[in-house]
């Protein structure tokens, strides 16, 4: 008889986790507590507008790709469904004049040398350095001791790029953002430098954005987040998975120290194995026993949330004159939600007739930072929508400053704070990714178990600092090949 695997959670994580147990040869269910899969990977529809929250670009899009193979594999991706790679990827508006990063990293640094001369030995470097790691594709590797149909080899280029990604960590690890753009003499360029690391203080995170969309890949799938999931969601179905929504799991039933099966609605739901993909950070609300672990403490104790409050506006105007990923600076900075931002960075898919009609614009925002307190508070005190409606009006004001198309064209407003994320996929604090620091040793993410406790996996966002999608995918693959190892079954390996 197949062994039943049940799957707590139905975003990318839960539901390639689903599609790589199925392809094992176990049954698998998958257990969503929204009526939509997908979790964080999601748009919604406003009036007109469809909204774009949970992709910007794709790593793992471009086909060169080890990761793309994964992809295609869980269904994610198909022949047939167009990327796309939008150039230049980021242009900020530096009193009127256009400073650029482009994709393509020759772009940049001649488009840099033409406006500042005088910086040609930094712009040099730096295009170098993104040169130098650009061959960094994120390694896809089988865990140990698992018995695969076929073995996961990494390029040789990757090691390469390996070594000149150790040295420019080495370099630049204390180096912060602020300092790194001083060493530019151009104002605008020091700008963009600055808006790029979206507050954060090192300077290492653009290098290594900017080698990924160098080398072809950081690309948007056609339709963006909802049909990405959906494609995994019918691949699973397609393949036997049972997709039970509108479902929370509440417990994980454990005993002898084995997972039997998990508690929801108040029922008991068999199982053999259960994999956990709800937001590893409040996975210990899921057990009565203790998930003791060094990997486990380690997590709770050093994990910084990445997140953010999304602006979504529907603007009755056409906008496609502008840039997809533009960025300008308000006449002085915002105080929004307790915070400043000196900077505004919009996505504008104006462009694309997925999320407008002709002569419409759906543009997002993403506001940076951990202002979850606030926003609880606010709540507390019966102040959120009021406050909503503040910092939506402070936004619109400043941005039609600068796009004056804008200015009594806003017809849909939508504000999702951390409350909203928290909510919606129960993540901690609402975050959805997770912020590394300075030297962390990321590695190939924390192991998928807990020794002294059988039956049990995890994977999701939260395993792998950053996280992000690629994350959700590979961890859900881990933690299927952990499964596979302990049930002494054969991985089933991407073709
Ligand atoms: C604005 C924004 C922009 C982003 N841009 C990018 C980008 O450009 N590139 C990129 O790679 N990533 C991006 N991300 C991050 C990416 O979307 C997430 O990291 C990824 O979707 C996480 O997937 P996951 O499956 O690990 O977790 P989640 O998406 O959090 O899924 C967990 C699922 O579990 C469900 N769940 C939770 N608890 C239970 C329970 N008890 N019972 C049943 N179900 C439960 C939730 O409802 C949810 O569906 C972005 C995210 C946001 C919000």
New binding site residues.
């Given amino acids: 008889m197949k062994k039943k695997i049940v799957i ?9 986790a689903g599609v790589y147990a199925l392809r094992c040869g176990f049954e698998a269910a998958v ?4 009526s ?7 748009s919604w529809k406003r009036g007109d507008y469809l909204f774009e ?7 793992g899009s471009g086909e060169r790709e080890i990761l793309n193979k994964c992809w295609h594999t869980v269904g994610a991706l198909e022949d047939g469904v167009k990327v796309t790679f939008p150039e230049p990827f980021i242009e900020y508006d530096y009193n009127g004049t256009p400073v650029k990063f482009y994709r393509d990293v020759d772009k940049t640094e001649k488009h840099w040398l033409e406006l500042s001369p005088e910086d040609e030995k930094e712009i040099k470097a730096f295009c170098g350095n993104i040169r130098k790691i650009k061959n960094l594709a994120i390694p896809v590797m089988d865990i140990k001791g698992v018995k695969v149909t076929k073995k996961m080899r990494p390029p040789m280029s990757l090691i390469f790029s390996g070594m000149s990604a150790m040295k420019l960590m080495r370099k630049f690890a204390e180096i912060d953002s602020e300092a790194y753009a001083k060493r530019f003499k151009h104002e605008g360029i020091r700008e963009l430098l600055r808006a790029s690391t979206g507050g954060k203080s090192g300077v290492l995170p653009i290098f290594f954005t900017m080698g990924i969309l160098a080398r072809g890949d950081g690309g948007f799938p056609e339709g963006g ?1 909802l049909p990405f ?1 959906g494609r995994i969601a019918a691949k699973f179905q397609a393949l036997g998975g049972e997709l039970i929504m509108n ?4 417990k994980v039933v454990i005993e002898n120290g084995r997972a039997t099966g998990v508690m ?1 609605n108040g029922k008991l739901i068999p199982a053999d194995a259960v994999i956990v ?3 590893t950070m ?1 996975a210990h ?2 057990f009565d026993v203790e998930l003791k672990a060094p990997w486990y403490d380690e997590m709770r104790k050093h994990t910084e949330p ?3 409050v ?1 602006v979504s506006l529907g603007i009755n105007a056409d906008l496609s004159a502008y840039p997809h990923g533009l960025v300008v600076k308000p006449d002085k900075p915002l105080e929004l939600s307790g915070r400043k931002y000196e900077y505004l960075s919009l996505n504008n898919y104006a462009a694309d007739r997925d999320y407008s009609p002709e002569g419409k614009s759906a543009v ?1 925002l ?1 506001l940076d930072g951990d202002t979850w307190d606030y926003w609880k508070k606010a709540k507390e005190e019966g102040r959120y929508k009021e406050e909503k409606a503040k910092l939506a009006e402070t936004v619109i004001t400043a941005l039609a400053e600068r796009i004056p198309e804008i200015e009594g064209n806003v017809e849909v407003c939508d504000v ?1 704070t951390p409350l909203t ?1 928290e909510r ?4 901690w604090k609402g975050s ?2 997770s912020e590394v620091a300075f030297n962390m040793n990321v590695g190939n993410g924390y192991p998928a178990a807990i020794d002294g406790l059988s039956g049990v996996y995890f ?5 792998m600092p950053p ?6 995918l590979m ?2 693959r881990s933690a299927v090949q952990y499964l596979c190892k302990d049930t002494g079954t054969v991985f089933v390996s991407e073709e």
């Fill in positions: 707590i959670g139905g975003g990318i994580a839960g539901l390639s257990l969503e507590s929204h939509i899969a997908g979790g964080n990977c999601t929250g949970g992709m910007h670009w794709l790593t987040s999931a479902t929370r799991a509440e929801a993909t709800a937001d409040l609300n899921l990445t997140m953010c999304f997002t993403v999702a994320y919606y996929c129960g993540n959805w990714m994977a999701g966002q939260r395993m996280g992000g999608l690629p994350v959700a961890t859900g």
